[in-house]
Structure formats: structure tokens, C-alpha cells
T-cell receptor, first 111, second 115 residues
Framework: DAKTTQPPSMDCAEGRAANLPCNHS???????VYWYRQIHSQGPQYIIH???NNETNEMASLIITEDRKSSTLILPHATLRDTAVYYC????????????FGTGTRLTIIP | DAGITQSPRHKVTETGTPVTLRCHQT?????MYWYRQDPGHGLRLIHY???????DKGEVSDGYSVSRSKTEDFLLTLESATSSQTSVYFC??????????????FGAGSRLTVL
């Protein structure tokens, strides 16, 4: 599996857009980018995933660069409840599962 | 989390005792996983299962064994618990097919303390 690199921490003002970057320069053609978040001590929660096109759902938007070597998760109007650790991982869509998480980005929303 | 439950949620035990954590799902998902989470290490995969009686090791499998005798249950056993196994353990499931084949759904976690 391709490795990912994320900044260890970020701050964002409440109400502003939070942009979380992820580098995955060794991603292969059939690997998707997945984002999860973990609020306090809860289990991680799935946010969004994509292959090469930008994706949007009710929680966030995912922007993947044309060369697919990096991506950005966008929370359009951050609230205090978005304070969490955000994980970016890459994995194939199907097949043998061995998903591994790194240490992610700790996002703090500032009132 | 809907469709996946872990038990017990909290356990304190002594070094050398056996411990079994249970993960139960009602989603009929093919894949099940056990992760542990420790400060500074993020989530690390212990074992996973890709079907009934089909399991494989993750990156931190030493000292742990698993069993999956039916689709809905995945058991994690510490044969002889050590203090280094004090951690929060998360179970996860994924369908293995369809549009969200690799999307994981996590349980609420089991906090284990080994004294």
C-alpha cells in the first residue's frame, strides 16, 4: 500500500473552511484515497473517498490533484464538533484487506 | 456504532491472565479487523479476517490470536496478558464488495488495562 504524509496538527477558525492536505506520491493507479476522522476517544468515522475525480458528500469535499500524488480534504464551514484527528489512507478498491492508519492530522477548531 | 458492537467496553486484568475481546456485527460484512491504538502510534492492525475461519496477521500480531467461527463474530484473545498490551482496541468491518467495499465501520472500542 502507498504511504501517506500528513501534517501532525492544524488549527482552523470556526466557520471557516478547513483544508487538510495529504501527500501520497507513491499511489498506484488502482488505489483510492480514503479519509476518516476520530473524535476524542471514539472509533474512527468514515468521511469520504475518491479515485481521481473530486468528490463531495454531506460531510466534506475531496480534491485530488491531477497527478494523484496529493489530495485535500475540505470541511467547508468548520464547527467545534469537527475538532478531531483526521486520517488519510490509500488502498485498492477491492481485494485483500490490510488497511493501516498512520498518526493523522489533529485538527483543532478555534472559537 | 450501528451494526457493530464490542464487548467488554472496559476491562482491568492482571498480568498473565487470558483475555478475550469480542466483536459482533449485524451487517453481514465479509471483512473484520482488530486494531489497537496507543498514544503516538495511531491505529495499528493486529489481525484481520476475510471470511469465516480465514484470518491473517497485521503489523502487531505477536501475543494475540483471533478466531472467526461465524460471519458475525470476531474474537481477539490475549493468551497471557502483559502490561504492554494495555491499550484501546477497536474492531472494524468492511463489506469487501460493492461501491464501498473498502470502507471501514468501527466499533466504539474496548479499553483494556493490564496491571
Amino acid at each position: 500500500d502507498a504511504k501517506t504524509t500528513q501534517p501532525p496538527s492544524m488549527d482552523c477558525a470556526e466557520g471557516r473552511a478547513a483544508n487538510l492536505p495529504c501527500n501520497h506520491s507513491t499511489i498506484s493507479g488502482n488505489e483510492y484515497v480514503y479519509w476518516y476522522r476520530q473524535i476524542h476517544s471514539q472509533g474512527p468515522q468514515y468521511i469520504i473517498h475518491g479515485l481521481k475525480n473530486n468528490e463531495t458528500n454531506e460531510m466534506a469535499s475531496l480534491i485530488i490533484t491531477e497527478d494523484r500524488k496529493s489530495s485535500t480534504l475540505i470541511l467547508p464551514h468548520a464547527t467545534l464538533r469537527d475538532t478531531a484527528v483526521y486520517y488519510c489512507i490509500v488502498r485498492g478498491a477491492f481485494g485483500n484487506e490490510k488497511l493501516t492508519f498512520g498518526t493523522g492530522t489533529r485538527l483543532t477548531i478555534i472559537p | 456504532d450501528a451494526g457493530i458492537t464490542q464487548s467488554p467496553r472496559h476491562k482491568v486484568t492482571e498480568t498473565g491472565t487470558p483475555v478475550t475481546l469480542r466483536c459482533h456485527q449485524t451487517e453481514n460484512h465479509r471483512y473484520m479487523y482488530w486494531y489497537r491504538q496507543d498514544p503516538g502510534h495511531g491505529l495499528r492492525l493486529i489481525h484481520y479476517s476475510y471470511g469465516v475461519k480465514d484470518t491473517d496477521k497485521g503489523e502487531v500480531s505477536d501475543g494475540y490470536s483471533v478466531s472467526r467461527s461465524k460471519t458475525e463474530d470476531f474474537l481477539l484473545t490475549l493468551e497471557s496478558a502483559t502490561s504492554s498490551q494495555t491499550s484501546v482496541y477497536f474492531c472494524a468491518i468492511s463489506p469487501g464488495q460493492g461501491a464501498g467495499a473498502n470502507v471501514l465501520t468501527f466499533g466504539a472500542g474496548s479499553r483494556l488495562t493490564v496491571l
